[in-house]
């Protein structure tokens, strides 16, 4: 039963297409490696390549796979409401020269991170029988927040039947309701077939709790709260778990760089969650004694190598021969305890038979592998038919878009590149082309203007 999906719905994986912006300006506090790489110039082209070649493979093995577009940027509004003024130019100009920090931020290709653009509950999961979603707020952090209304429209744009889908506005924007999508969300399966939905929060906005002392809790157990209610799910099919404020310090800032959960399998590390014992079996009992756990202790590989390697910022995907297929960053073979530790689980006849590993390198220097590269939705076929946007990979697709990248992209981005106005120009005529490889109707500022 591992890894079967409920009520016929199958997960497919939409990845984030890296942007043509997309480079390291260290602005995620609390993300190790973005903040290790700040200022190191990036390659965009190997960012979206390296992107595809995941999604290709993927699909090739019969993995259902969809792509997200990437989001307008520099985001000139966002720059405007901050006061810059005069033609597009100007404002790049004087924002690199009296805030580059800030223009880095408008500038910053993080929508490519979409376990962060929403959580999705199965229409199995929910009151109405709808796939809902609901749109990350990313309060914590100015230059996600930013993503919020584009993703929005995205996820309209796609899922724009009503008779199956619900895209919700995002949370209301603030602290107290810091809401970081999927990547703090797992969907279950328990013995009965039904959805069991676990939300990882990172603190409490209201009330006593343990917090972490160096770096933010994005996620608040409020949060994670009212995007279930909204979502219609069933209280005693839902679990809220706090995960454990050491591990925010030693750089888990979301719940998916240290566990993974797919179908009645959980992947995680002993320090992931408060109390992760308790949190486990309570788990287990919500799946009716359905669930197999790998808990992978601090003597096998210590949480300082979880996060330099994000092994656990894996894909788990179901294989037809049984068991796991588990998607992992190139970094954890090129970690020896780490690799010897996959050796080993793979070995034991755990539920993981297999693993391959893919260089993402581009993605992973800014603290983003291969689980936070996708969004999960699961969907039946009469909700996959009633998608009519282009956005599905097939071989002709990924020719497609191998193609749009290898015209637009620029090979290299340093940070001074950001205020050219030549690239907010290339970034618009890729995404103008991309909507139409896509299919879908105009989403961007630039589009509607
Ligand atoms: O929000 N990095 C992203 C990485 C998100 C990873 N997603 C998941 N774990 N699901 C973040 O911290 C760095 C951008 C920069 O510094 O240039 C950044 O935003």
Redesign the pocket.
């Known amino acids: 039963m591992t890894g079967s999906a409920p009520a016929g719905a199958v997960t497919v994986n939409f990845d984030g297409i890296p942007g043509p912006t997309h480079?390291?300006?260290?602005?995620?506090r609390?993300?190790l490696a973005?903040?290790r790489?700040?200022t190191r110039v990036a390659h965009p082209r190997d960012a979206a390549l390296q992107g595809l070649a995941k999604m290709r493979a993927l699909a090739a093995r019969g993995y259902p796979q969809a792509v997200l577009p990437p989001h307008e940027r520099p985001a000139v509004a966002a720059l405007r409401a901050l006061g810059f003024a005069g033609d597009e130019p100007t404002v790049l100009r004087t924002a690199a020269r009296d805030a580059p920090s800030i223009l880095?931020a408008c500038a910053?290709a993080?929508a490519m991170?979409v376990?962060?653009a929403a959580t999705v509950s199965a229409s199995s999961a929910t009151a109405d029988r709808r796939v809902h979603f609901t749109p990350a707020n990313?309060a914590t952090?100015f230059?996600?927040a930013l993503e919020a209304p584009t993703t929005t429209r995205i996820l309209r744009a796609i899922f724009a039947d009503p008779a199956r889908f619900t895209v919700h506005d995002p949370l209301p924007a603030s602290p107290q309701i810091g809401d970081?999508?999927?990547?703090n969300h797992t969907r279950l399966v328990a013995a009965d077939g039904g959805d069991i939905d676990l939300f990882v929060y990172g603190r409490r906005a209201y009330g006593a709790g343990p917090v972490p002392q160096r770096f933010p809790a994005r996620q608040t157990l409020e949060a994670a709260q009212a995007v279930a209610r909204r979502h219609g799910l069933d209280p005693r099919r839902t679990l809220f778990v706090q995960q454990d404020p050491a591990a925010i310090d030693a750089g888990v800032?979301?719940n998916?760089?240290i566990a993974v959960g797919e179908g009645q399998l959980l992947f995680c590390h002993e320090r992931a969650w408060v109390d992760g014992a308790r949190a486990i079996a309570d788990l287990a009992h919500r799946l009716q004694g359905a669930l197999a756990t790998i808990v992978v202790r601090e003597n096998e590989v210590t949480l300082a190598d979880a996060v330099a390697t994000y092994l656990f910022?894996s894909q788990l995907l179901p294989r037809a021969a049984g068991g796991m297929l588990l998607v992992a960053p190139a970094e954890c073979r090129a970690h020896v305890r780490v690799s010897r530790y996959l050796d080993r689980l793979v070995a034991s006849g755990a539920p993981i038979g297999e693993v391959v590993t893919f260089d993402l390198r581009q993605s992973m220097r800014?603290?983003?592998?291969p689980?936070?590269l996708r969004l999960r939705v699961p969907l039946t076929d009469i909700e996959r038919a009633a998608i009519r946007a282009n956005v599905f990979l097939d071989e002709t697709l990924a020719a497609a878009l191998e193609a749009w990248i290898r015209r637009h992209y620029r090979e290299r981005l340093g940070p001074a590149d950001l205020a050219d106005p030549a690239l907010l120009d290339e970034s618009r005529r890729a995404l103008d082309e991309l909507t139409q490889i896509l299919r879908l109707p105009a989403i961007y500022p630039f589009q509607q203007a």
Do not use: I, K, M, P
């Open positions: 480079n390291y300006a260290g602005l995620a609390g993300n973005a903040t790489n700040a880095a910053s993080a991170w376990a962060n990313l952090q230059h996600r970081e999508g999927a990547a800032f979301h998916d760089v910022n800014n603290g983003g592998g689980a936070c």
